[in-house]
């Protein structure tokens, strides 16, 4: 994948584009979020999931969130992996989910480098962009609005926000250089997933965390 195909992000069963956007999303990364961090990884056995995320996914479903990864996975461009060990991965995940009763709406990834001039980047998927949202959004019907991205790094947060989502920060150590901007200040910042799960409920009403799980998700300013 180069520069010359700037659009062409990776989605997995995606359905057609739908003509309303009704439903409530929480988008999630993958490295780092819901899985712990492995660089370059394909292998479904080094697969684990991040403390909580089984819980905190069910308590989204059953509140009625769609649930979609949303990845960079430049190790394709690199040449570390290709599109079907990615594909298979995927898959894998998909199942390990499933096995604990939680649906994945979608996966969409961006196969994409880094530019080496982070000025002019060289597609509109690779997240801090946020292209990959808005392709999930379109295909199954999500109003970003009332959607969340929810991430462990600040470009996680900017791409939400880019989407026009609210955002939260899980600031686990994976965020090293803290290059700040409105665009980059989550709405929430939170420790786990369970956490940042409950805190999404309470934003939107739906239900009070329970005391022990609460640390610091104050809401900041938008």
Known sequence: MTAADPLSALAFDVPSAHKTA?????????????????PYNVDPARLKFTP??????????????????????????????GRAELSRLQAALTQMLADA????????????????DPKRPNCLCRKPAPGLLRQAAQAYGVDLA?????????????????AGC????????????????????????????LEAANAI?????????????????TPHDA
């Open 201 to 217: 409920l309470r934003a939107d009403g739906l239900e009070r965390p329970a005391p022990h799980l609460e640390r610091d998700a």
């Open 22 to 38: 009704t439903h409530r999303a929480v988008f999630l990364d993958k490295d780092g979020t819901l899985v712990e961090d492995v």
């Open 146 to 162: 009332r959607s969340w991205m929810v991430g462990d790094i600040l470009h996680d947060v900017e791409a939400g926000r880019r």
């Open 166 to 193: 609210r955002t939260v920060l899980l600031d686990v150590g994976n965020e090293t250089q803290w290059q700040m901007s409105p665009l980059r200040e989550p709405h929430h910042r939170c420790a786990h997933l």
């Open 52 to 81: 909580h995320a089984l819980e905190a996914l069910r308590l989204l479903q059953s509140h009625g969130y769609l649930l979609i990864v949303v990845t960079n996975q430049p190790g394709i461009a690199l040449g570390h992996f």
């Open 101 to 116: 009763g939680i649906r994945l709406q979608g996966f969409h990834a961006c196969p994409h480098a880094p530019s080496a």
